[in-house]
């Protein structure tokens, strides 16, 4: 089965400080997606990032990274210099490349606060 | 943005009767699928299409149909609403897995069950 855990229900910083959102994932598949999506307060989600189980690549763009390592099944996603822009609900998933479509399996979600 | 339109937005209905949501696209995408979000549980899939006519079910299916008789056109429906029902309802579409694979959502659909 697979699943995704963000333990980190609710997160609070201050405006400029950094803030690693941490996801940890399970599947046995071995050819998988991840992803980031955002949901800020007006309630849309917003696509952030998909990152394959083959590209165990960081990427940056702009104040935002992220860091993948399948030695620890984590996926976790930093934010540098916060913003009061940058709070929202965040969400990890997990698909898997079986079968029709693209079938994510959510995590619960963390809470970002941002304070000025 | 994708073009995905739900409606109604918002509705009120009161316990055992039926409710229809609509998901709308305009981007020709084979896939279409029904989450709903609930505190503590993210979002959770409900039903998903792969082609007219063509549904499976996701996680939480019971007490949930759906149809799909035209791309553009994905519908859920409640036969009989109940109060664990209340919730926020996301349909999403996608294209391909391996072109892009990344879930394009709408707006999202709050329904109240009381």
């Known amino acids: 089965a697979q699943k995704v855990t963000q333990a980190q229900t609710e997160i609070s910083v201050v405006e400029k400080e950094d803030v690693t959102l941490d996801c940890v994932y399970e599947?046995?598949?071995?050819?998988?997606?991840l992803f980031w999506y955002k949901q800020p307060p007006s309630g849309e989600l917003v696509f952030l990032i998909r990152?394959?189980?083959?590209?165990?690549q960081n990427e940056i763009s702009g104040r935002y990274s992220w860091n993948f390592q399948k030695s620890t099944s984590s996926f976790n996603f930093t934010i540098t210099a916060s913003q009061v822009v940058d709070s929202a609900v965040y969400f990890c998933?997990?698909?898997?490349?079986?079968?029709?479509?693209?079938?994510?399996?959510f995590g619960a979600g963390t809470i970002l606060r941002v304070k000025s | 943005d994708a073009g995905i339109t739900q409606s109604p937005r918002h509705k009120v209905t009161e316990t055992g009767t039926p409710v229809t949501l609509r998901c709308h696209q305009t981007?020709?995408?084979?896939?279409m699928y029904w989450y709903r979000q609930d505190p503590g549980h993210g979002l959770r899939l409900i039903h998903y299409?792969?082609?007219?006519?063509?549904?499976d079910k996701g996680e939480v299916s019971d007490g949930y149909s759906v149809s799909r008789s035209k791309t553009e056109d994905f519908l859920l429906t409640l036969e009989s609403a109940t109060s664990s029902q209340t919730s926020v309802y996301f349909c999403?579409?996608?294209?391909?897995?391996?072109?892009?694979?990344?879930?394009?959502f709408g707006e999202g659909s709050r329904l109240t069950v009381l």
């Open positions: 998933a997990l698909s898997r490349n079986r079968g029709y479509g693209n079938k994510l399996v």
């Open positions: 299409s792969y082609g007219v006519k063509d549904t």
């Open positions: 999403a579409i996608s294209g391909d897995l391996l072109n892009t694979g990344e879930l394009f």
């Open positions: 599947t046995r598949d071995t050819t998988y997606y």
């Open positions: 990152r394959n189980s083959f590209d165990e």
């Open positions: 981007e020709n995408h084979r896939y």
